[in-house]
């Protein structure tokens, strides 16, 4: 069965950066690509951007580009998600998707259909 | 402040229908499919319709999509108590942006 399994909670300092990974398993990694999308306490959902497993391929929400790095270790089907200069604003549950987006069609005809867990990041001085 | 606006609360009784409506624009959901999740208390988000009206497999046929024009809409009929949880309705957005965007949620509360 499909799954994506998150690294634990953080705790961080404004300015500092944190990295989340994704361990995926029950499918090819290589044949999706992963979503990363964030949730702040109480608030909806926010899309950070997606990383094609096959070719590293990236694209980030305007939002978020300069402060977002995506980035996948193909031999241990783990997907990771870098974000600098973290903010109070940072603070959320931050999960990763499975994304069968295939380019040049900017998005995935099926939606986000596996999730991970989330992973809570709370930004505090 | 949520590209797609959706009401932030539903009811019903067991058994009832309800839907819940998302409103958007040209460059959203006028344009590309629109997909909608559930999220239960304390879980991650699950996907309940992709492609505007399709359900992923194991997903109950109380569950149904409709788009029209720039607005949508989920439909849960012969409501349950498990059905209480958030519902989020999201379409690719094709303005500079480019993103991925998400309604407000809605808290459906089965009475």
């Given amino acids: 069965q499909v799954q994506l399994?998150?690294?634990?909670?953080?705790?961080?300092?404004p300015g500092a950066s944190v990295k989340v990974s994704?361990?995926?398993?029950?499918?090819?990694f290589t044949s999706y690509g992963i979503s990363w999308v964030r949730q702040a306490p109480g608030q909806g959902l926010e899309w950070m951007g997606w990383i094609s497993a096959y070719n590293g391929n990236t694209n980030y929400a305007q939002k978020l580009q300069g402060r977002v790095t995506m980035t996948t270790d193909t031999s241990t089907s783990t997907a990771y998600m870098e974000l600098r200069s973290l903010r109070s604003d940072d603070t959320a549950v931050y999960?990763?998707?499975?994304?069968?987006?295939?380019?040049?069609?900017?998005?995935?005809?099926?939606?986000?259909?596996?999730?991970?867990?989330?992973?809570?990041?709370?930004?505090?001085? | 402040?949520?590209?797609?606006?959706?009401?932030?609360?539903?009811?019903?009784?067991?058994?009832?229908?309800v839907t819940i409506s998302c409103s958007g624009s040209s460059s959203n959901i006028g344009s590309n499919y629109v997909y909608w999740y559930q999220q239960l208390p304390g879980t991650a988000p699950k996907l309940l319709i992709?492609?505007?009206?399709?359900?992923?497999?194991?997903?109950p046929d109380r569950f149904s999509g409709s788009?029209?024009?720039?607005?949508?809409?989920?439909?849960?009929?012969?409501?349950?108590?498990?059905?209480?949880?958030d519902y989020y309705c999201a379409a690719w957005d094709d303005s500079l942006s480019a993103n991925w965007v998400f309604g407000g949620g809605t808290k459906l509360t089965v009475l």
């Fill in chain 2, 50 to 59: 992709y492609r505007n009206n399709q359900r992923p497999s194991g997903v």
């Fill in chain 2, 1 to 17: 402040q949520s590209v797609l606006t959706q009401p932030p609360s539903a009811s019903g009784t067991p058994g009832q229908r």
């Fill in chain 1, 5 to 13: 399994v998150q690294s634990g909670a953080e705790v961080k300092k």
């Fill in chain 2, 67 to 85: 788009k029209s024009g720039t607005s949508a809409s989920l439909a849960i009929s012969g409501l349950r108590s498990e059905d209480e949880a």
């Fill in chain 1, 95 to 125: 999960y990763c998707a499975r994304d069968s987006r295939i380019p040049p069609h900017p998005y995935s005809n099926y939606g986000f259909d596996y999730w991970g867990q989330g992973t809570l990041v709370t930004v505090s001085s």
């Fill in chain 1, 22 to 28: 994704c361990k995926a398993s029950g499918y090819t």
